[in-house]
C-alpha cells in the first residue's frame, strides 16, 4: 500500500499516540481506525456508533477465519 504524508495538528497527534498505545497500535493505525470509523459514520448517519464499531471487528474476524456458520433451525 501506497503511503503518503500529511500535516495534522499536533493536539490530535498526541491524543492519537496515547489512544495508539492503549489499543497496541501505531500512530498511524490510530489515526486510519478513527478515519475509517469517521466514513462509515458519514456514509451511515442513521447508524449508531456501537453498529458500526462490530461492524468493523466482525469483517476483522472473517477476515482472519474466525466465524462460524450460523444455522436456522
Do not use: C
Not at 29 to 45: C, F, L, R, T, V
Amino acid at each position: 500500500m501506497a503511503t503518503v504524508s500529511i500535516r495534522i495538528d499536533q493536539e490530535l497527534f498526541e491524543k492519537a499516540t496515547i489512544i495508539a498505545k492503549a489499543f497496541n497500535r501505531t500512530t498511524s493505525k490510530q489515526i486510519e481506525h478513527w478515519a475509517k470509523i469517521g466514513e462509515m459514520m458519514e456514509d451511515n448517519p442513521d447508524l449508531p456508533y456501537e453498529f458500526v464499531n462490530q461492524a468493523i471487528i466482525a469483517k476483522a474476524e472473517k477476515e482472519a477465519g474466525k466465524l462460524e456458520s450460523y444455522s436456522f433451525d
